[in-house]
């Protein structure tokens, strides 16, 4: 597994509660009887498998069938050929977990709640992998990055779901992301004991996100950019993932979609990275669809005779005319799922707000969309204001203090703002900008309210404390700090957190305090300045930067934790309970808060109630090697052998280097002489 520094410029957000009435709503009633029966029955032929692969942070306009002329993609795109190309694909949200959240759930990020990174999508969420699962298929994820990390949710509906990455935010370097070839190892070994029954994949790929660090092979191959050269080694990786499918006849009997969840700026528009504006450059990605090859008799049509490309990707078979090989419409990720569904003939959930690309892509036509994408990054990060665009047609217009409209067909790169020119065009755009927020908050919501209430649902709404929430916002409001004027203090703020990442902490620290100096209430560099007070042993100077930091923000969850563990790591045993209970209080399932009450109880001989929460611990983070251990100490002590051993079998399965638990297992288990 790669080690890297953690990315401090997308960390940790508490969520909203808004959308929870919606979500939990939504599951009370779902999946209707008629959907859940019958189920695919184990065996069945009929059905094709889905393999959906996201390959993050990938623009579409550096890919060779997209039109890229500085590198060639050659394995991606042929999933092009006797597939279809959707060229005008826009994500909800720059940012991973919404922007996945937002293909899974096909729901708006205002809709689903989830728009940030390490926010947490509420159990019994409909997302495509638990529609899968209540029609019987297998499901399975093999995830490259920890956005999307078991702990946040989206694994509901996977029965498994391979995404080990343990963290705790004191030790500064985190587990961020493991490559590609990593990933489709253990796809393929997942494969090789299920691909005979229906089955639906998901392959996260992480390593175009930076920072890069792609083999030395590939520097030759892509000298003008780092981010081209990751690109090369996911391609070719791919390519021994399709060589592999093509071997199992899984290139003909699956349906294969190819996508990113956002893009990369790589300079344009001052932005680097991707999640803080939202133009083009970090919202238009790929989306490829490779159809099954289903024909009369249920077996793969073979017509090219046996040469390797085209038994690879390169058929033809009959039920493949109906398909297009470009659609250029606009359309969104949110309508990936709808596609899915509608092609195996599987109706779409209630909840999905997206619509099915299948007419477009067998050439029929249908009325334009209208194509929402938003970023609260800067807003929920910084208190500055929200950005939200509509795309329709040629026209891209961005909702903010200085709004802005573009035309996307003349001026692709969004260089010319035609505000305050077209201001009856704007104003038109706005308005339906309004219209789509307005309709898919309330009615979804009111729908789904009124049919749980029906059903005596909502006392149990009630008693799980979803009723008694905030209203959601009441329109769109774009007052505060445009983002767009503070492009060189949030470049500021990143350069200090790469000062921070590279070791450089005493630096990192005099950037956070001017920053700090010119904005007192810039909270995220306050709990950054924390963190580089920690790795400089400053324990007390971080303290009190994460009190005035919760002193913005009450529920900030990352400061919490911290606090947390720098007054464990202080020994003020009652201070460092006192932060964990109270974040507790507003995220009951917080690993961090578990493991630091697991610790303290440890240390005060307190045996039953660390086991406890240990236990808690996994049940929000199974894959905690380091709860496991812990858990292991505990139940060692108390003369529990059998149960340790269990314990520390378990960690050294999730981290097979964890020396320590190796070190308990040989005291417990002395070699026979
Ligand atoms: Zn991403």
Not at 173 to 185: E, T
Not at 455 to 476: F, K, N, V, W
């Amino acid at each position: 597994m790669a080690r890297v520094e953690y990315d401090s410029h997308m960390d940790r957000l508490p969520r909203s509660a808004i959308p929870r009435v919606l979500l939990l709503a939504a599951f009370l009633a779902w999946p209707p009887e008629e959907l859940v029966a019958p189920p695919v029955p184990e065996g069945s032929a009929g059905a094709p498998p889905v393999i959906l692969i996201s390959v993050d942070t990938l623009r579409a306009d550096h890919l060779s069938c997209y039109g890229y002329s500085r590198l060639r993609t050659p394995h991606i795109d042929s999933l092009a050929r006797g597939g279809t190309v959707f060229t005008e694909i826009s994500s909800q949200a720059p940012i991973t977990l919404p922007s996945h959240v937002s293909l899974f759930a096909s729901m708006y990020p205002f809709a689903d709640g989830i728009r940030e990174n390490a926010e947490v999508l509420p159990s019994g969420t409909v997302t495509l992998a638990t529609v899968f699962a209540a029609h019987g298929y297998s499901t399975a994820a093999f995830i490259g990055g920890y956005f999307l990390e078991r702990r946040f949710g989206l694994a509901q509906g996977f029965q498994t779901y391979d995404s080990p990455f343990d963290t705790r935010p004191i030790k500064g370097a985190l587990d961020l992301k493991r490559p590609a070839s990593q990933v489709l190892a253990n796809a393929e070994k997942w494969l090789e004991q299920n691909s005979t029954r229906p089955f639906f994949l998901f392959v996260h790929l992480f390593d175009l996100h930076e920072p890069y660090d792609a083999p030395a092979a590939y520097r030759a191959r892509a000298p003008q950019s780092e981010y081209d050269q990751e690109l090369a080694y996911v391609d070719d990786s791919l390519g021994g993932f399709l060589d592999f499918l093509a071997q199992r006849g899984l290139d003909q009997r699956a349906l294969l979609v190819l996508f990113s969840d956002h893009g990369e700026s790589l300079g344009e528009h001052g932005e680097n990275t991707h999640g803080y504006f939202i133009y083009r450059s970090t919202l238009h990605v790929p989306l490829i669809f490779h159809w099954p090859r289903a024909t009369e008799d249920g077996n793969p049509k073979i017509e090219h005779g046996n040469s390797a490309e085209a038994s690879r990707f390169g058929l033809r078979g009959s039920a493949l005319s109906d398909y297009r090989e470009r659609v250029d419409a606009p359309a969104s990720l949110i309508d990936v799922a709808p596609t899915v569904l509608s092609l195996l003939g599987i109706q779409a959930p209630p909840t999905f707000c997206g619509h099915s690309l299948l007419d477009l892509a067998k050439g029929g036509s249908s009325p334009p969309r209208e194509v929402y994408s938003e970023s609260s990054y800067a807003h929920d990060k910084f208190g500055w204001a929200r950005l939200r665009s509509l795309r329709e047609g040629d026209y891209q217009y961005i909702d903010a203090p200085h709004p802005e409209l573009y035309d996307l067909k003349r001026d692709p790169g969004e260089r010319q703002n035609l505000l305050p020119g077209q201001t009856a065009l704007a104003a038109s755009y706005r308005e339906r900008l309004a219209a789509l927020v307005a309709t898919y908050r309330s009615v979804p919501v009111a729908a789904q309210t009124a049919t749980a209430v029906a059903s005596g649902a909502a006392e149990a709404l009630r008693s799980l404390g979803y009723l008694d929430i905030t209203p959601p916002e009441s329109a769109l409001d774009n007052s505060g700090v445009d983002p767009k004027d503070r492009i060189f203090e949030y470049k500021r703020y990143l350069l200090a957190g790469h000062l921070a990442r590279i070791g450089k902490a005493d630096e990192a620290a005099a950037e956070f305090q001017a920053i700090i100096a010119d904005d007192p209430r810039n909270l995220p560099a306050r709990v950054e300045l924390a963190r580089a007070d920690v790795a400089l042993r400053r324990y007390l100077d971080g303290a009190h930067q994460l009190q005035a930091a919760l002193a913005l923000n009450p529920h900030n969850v990352e400061a919490e934790e911290l606090l947390g563990d720098i007054w464990l790591a202080m020994g003020a045993l009652d201070r460092a309970a006192a932060e964990f209970r109270q974040l507790l209080t507003y995220a009951p399932q917080d690993y961090e808060a578990h493991m630091g009450l697991g610790l303290l109880a440890a240390r005060l001989g307190q045996a039953s109630e660390a086991a406890q929460d240990f236990r808690a611990a996994l049940v929000a983070n199974p894959l905690s090697a380091e709860a496991h251990y812990q858990l292991g100490l505990i139940l060692e002590l108390h003369d529990q052998k059998p149960e340790a051993v269990r314990e520390f079998h378990a960690a050294l399965q999730i981290n097979p280097q964890y020396t320590a638990a190796r070190a308990e297992l040989a005291k417990l288990n002395p070699p026979a002489r």
